[in-house]
């Protein structure tokens, strides 16, 4: 009997002690974390924005006065210089009427002048002076309304450009101001892109600004700002114009052209700031922390960081107590404690995204 009693005393010892083993072995069950390595900043931070060309200036014209066209002296696509002859109305009418305001002055002016002499010798009264004296100021802005009436039945190029369209042809009415003709501005052809919200707020970041062009292959063209401007439109995006600076090649951008447009950041010289995975970071307490891993000893230490801005990439700009090469905890950070062992996953393959391999 005691033999027996001994009997049951030690196998139920070995099973106690096996299921303390299993317990033990349960508790030393690390977290898996995975760790990336701190980057160094953003050196070299471009943009990309599509874009299109459009012409330095794109002006409609047309005829301050009424009348029939008598001759168009251009046709779409041709193109002007600075103060070349367009377009041109009968000017019939408008030279009978200053032919009689120029007979009318001359009279008015022969009585005023009359008059006014008379004044100076006492010949009359002051009130018959005043009244040839602005009598001849009338006729005189009579007469120069008539010839600039005269005047604006030419229509001349305001700049060195292209015919866009024409609108008339032929010894058609036209009443004042119709469109007659589109010209463009082809000395410096623009570019036009949208800047979405988060790219305009970092504005005053853009150093340097490039496009390219399917029609000027591996030929980078430079820009340079123009404007932008400052209400978003239904879209919310902001738009920007840049100049095209004097392109090389026989080939030169025409307004309607696709691009792409490229704008480098200025590098960035805060002293300290380094680029970690945004999973890496840790609020709590209205403060941020990362996890960096110790490859000795296997463990991870919880070290303060403040973020400064987000990037596009998924990764954040921080400043603290980590440099740059340290390995900090990209994923899992909610699962770690300051000074614990942490087991560390595989890094994932550059060519097996996903990890479905």
């Not at 463990?299 to 960081?305: D, G, S």
């Amino acid at each position: 009997m005691k033999r027996l009693c001994f009997l049951w005393v030690s196998l139920l010892a070995v099973v106690f002690g096996a299921c303390g083993d299993k317990a033990g072995k349960k508790a030393e069950v690390l977290p898996s974390v995975r760790v990336d390595t701190v980057g160094c900043g953003e050196a070299h931070v471009t943009l990309q924005f599509p874009g299109r060309v459009k012409a330095s200036q794109d002006v409609t014209l047309s005829f301050k006065v009424p009348g029939t066209l008598l001759r168009m002296y251009v046709d779409e696509g041709d193109r002007v210089r600075k103060g070349q002859l367009l377009a041109e109305l009968d000017p019939t009418d408008y030279q009978i009427q200053l032919a009689a305001t120029e007979a009318e002055y001359r009279q008015i002016k022969a009585d005023a002048d009359r008059v006014m002499a008379l004044y100076k010798e006492s010949g009359t009264t002051a009130s018959a002076n005043d009244r040839a004296r602005y009598g001849l100021k009338q006729i005189e802005a009579k007469l120069a309304n008539h010839k600039n009436q005269l005047s604006y039945t030419r229509i001349y190029a305001p700049f060195d450009g292209q015919v866009q369209q024409c609108f008339f042809d032929g010894r058609e009415t036209v009443g004042a101001g119709m469109p007659v003709l589109t010209v463009l501005g082809l000395t410096h052809p623009e570019v036009e892109i949208n800047l979405p919200a988060s790219s305009y707020v970092r504005r005053n970041e853009f150093s340097s600004y490039t496009c390219t062009f399917d029609v000027l292959p591996e030929k980078a063209l430079q820009l340079e700002p123009v404007g932008i401007l400052p209400k978003a439109n239904a879209n919310q995006l902001y738009t920007m114009r840049l100049r095209l600076k004097g392109p090389s090649g026989e080939v030169r951008p025409a307004p309607g052209m696709s691009t792409w447009v490229t704008i480098q950041l200025a590098t960035d010289s805060v002293a300290g700031r380094v680029r970690v995975p945004s999973g890496a970071l840790l609020e709590s307490d209205g403060k941020s922390y990362v996890f960096v891993y110790d490859a000795d000893h296997k463990v991870v230490h919880r070290t303060p960081v403040r973020m400064e801005r987000l990037l596009s990439d998924g990764t954040a700009l921080v400043k603290g107590g980590i440099r740059c090469g340290d390995l900090v905890v990209a994923s899992g950070v909610h699962y770690v404690k300051d000074g614990g062992k942490v087991h560390l996953l595989p890094r994932q393959s550059d060519t097996n995204v996903g990890g479905l391999l």
